[in-house]
């Protein structure tokens, strides 16, 4: 069984109220803003390897305000070394959501090394992250969003999705438009 | 874990610079308030100063990239930090340096500098050599602090022109500031 990954960012982000989201660069980018355009929504078109920590960076800076991040398996694995950093700190407001088909969909759907085993919810485990699951339904999804807004403790939710591209809806590409429209929304 | 250690007077006066201090009171005057850093020799009493103060948070790196992460992660919440790194992290956060560059991220690094001086290491001479060109490459504007007495006013001023102006920003400590590495111990 596998989870539909288009159904599952719109259940995590429906009613958002004032989550902030950072998405990593390739398809959750498309899958964010097909679910909506936002102000918070950081959508990071490059900088591979580093949703997660921006992610930590907007929690420790905001302690008080839900912030998730949606990031593939191959974005995950380049910055994997964010998981020992977060558990550093570990926020209480702070979520990253691994969209794990196994695939870099971007590039032509290779193989990622969470394709040859890579268990990436055990390696945030073993990095001293304590709550992290592995999801393979869309019908866990709607438990998973309460946990996130819940904002007890850094969450670590790899969801299995089936594997396939998805249609490119295209957000925003000017990073200092995107930069802007979020700091602004999120000081006030 | 943000453990805040207190300093013994004994312990500071013998591994802390006075240019080290003068860089603490930077961050204060600044409002820096997170200093995620790589380790370096050149840095320790800095992180040390750092780490002992309740008003700035740490955090250790595995890699220098997730550092220019994390201060965009910052800045987007409202926050200010300065990276503390050495030469040879530059090299590893090229291309994480056009999300800074993309977004208009104000960003500040102090870099020490290996590979130039009196150098023990031969290993640490390609990136050293190239650090600052490196970092022009990437849209930095880039300072440099030769002596004790420079040092606090290149750092407040960097960290003036990168919240002021949003730009990236990177003050080069010679090595010669830092000074010869003991490699009889």
Redo the contacts between chains.
Sequence with gaps: MTIERRRAVADLLAERGDL?L?TGLGSPVYDAFAVGDHDLN?Y???????????????????PDKPVLVITGDGEMLM?I??F??IA??RPANLSIVVLDNGQYAETGMQPTATAFGVDLAGVAAACGLRDVVTLRSNDEVAALRARIAARNGTVVAVLKIAPGDQPHTIPLRD??E??NR??RR??A | MNQHTALAPGDAGQSIRPWQRDIHACFTAAGITHVPFVPDAGHKGLIKLCEADPAITTTVLTTEEEGVALATGLWLGGRRSVMLMQSSGVGNCINLFSLLENCHVPFVTLVTMRGEFAEFNPWQIPMGKRTGAALALMDFDVYRAEDAGSVADTVSGAIDHAFFSRRAVAVLLAQRLIGRKDWSK
């Design positions: 902030r950072v950081f990071n078109w490059g900088a591979m390897g580093s949703a997660a920590m921006i992610g930590l960076g907007l929690a420790l800076a905001q910055g070394g964010a020992a950093t550093q700190h990073g200092v995107i930069a979020f700091v999120a000081a």
